[in-house]
């Protein structure tokens, strides 16, 4: 079943005084099904971005539609959307987004202070959360005093926490190093395999083999897709490099 449909999506950009217009996306649909871990590649300028901050309902398309369970997220009102997001989206960025005044139980807090919950509530949620993201020593650490692999297991838990229908991951792994993105991307397998829904944008071919779904766009199109099938990472790795090689000389696939 479905938790996420892109319709005919379509999103023009318009210079500041209006003499130029650029079209980051152009008919994009797809769907994905509740549970499913998908990736998102393309070079720069592909229009991954747009389609990302269109998917998290911090852009509003051009024409088309964009439904998470049902919902046409560009019609929510503008005072609702960030209470949306908070209530729906887990994010992870390639930066962290960590506040550095506060510490890392804190971070991972501030969704759920800011829908209103009650301290019990929050710690019953943390705990469990914590131990399996391999954080529970650090929670009274800041973001400056760990590694960078530590801030963005904090940053997943964030964006765990609130149970969000659809995780939003942007270049998760950018930021790490080899042993971090290696521990990151078995986290989200993991939680991927326990039911939740990603979609992540990424530059990583390694990243990217680790998901069920590899869509691929070129000039604001849908250009192509792999399912991973009974392939392993090692075997989607090298198709998803076959990929991007005629992405990048401009080829067609059969």
Do not use: C
């Not at 070079?43 to 439904?67: H, I, Q, Y």
């Not at 993991?190 to 083999?209: D, F, L, P």
């Amino acid at each position: 079943m479905s938790i996420l449909e892109v319709r005919d999506l379509k999103k023009i950009y318009t210079s500041r005084f209006g003499t130029q217009q650029v079209e980051a996306l152009r008919r994009v649909s797809f769907s994905v099904e509740r549970g499913e871990y998908v990736a998102v590649m393309g070079e720069s300028g592909s229009g991954k971005t747009t389609l990302l901050n269109l998917l998290a309902a911090l852009d509003r398309p051009t024409s088309g539609t964009v439904l998470l369970d049902g919902v046409d997220t560009s019609a929510i009102p503008e005072k609702d959307a960030a209470a949306y997001r908070r209530d729906h989206l887990g994010f992870v960025f390639q930066e962290f987004n960590l506040l550095d005044t506060f510490t890392l139980e804190d971070n991972v807090y501030l969704p759920l202070v800011l829908a209103g919950m009650g301290h019990a509530e929050l710690e019953q949620r943390l705990r469990p959360l914590a131990e399996k993201l391999g954080i529970s020593g650090l929670l009274k650490k800041y973001p400056y005093e760990v590694s960078g692999g530590q801030k963005q297991r904090a940053a997943v838990a964030r964006a765990l926490i609130t149970g969000p229908k659809l995780l939003l991951a942007d270049e998760p792994t950018g930021a790490l190093d080899s042993r971090s993105t290696d521990e990151l991307l078995s986290l989200f397998a993991r939680v991927n395999r326990e039911g939740q829904t990603i979609v992540m944008v990424t530059h990583s071919v390694k990243a990217a083999s680790h998901a069920t779904r590899v869509l691929f766009i070129r000039d604001g199109e849908v250009f192509h897709q792999l399912y991973r099938g009974k392939d392993s990472n090692e075997q989607l790795y090298q198709k998803i490099s076959d990929t991007l090689t005629v992405l990048a000389t401009g080829g067609d696939l059969g």
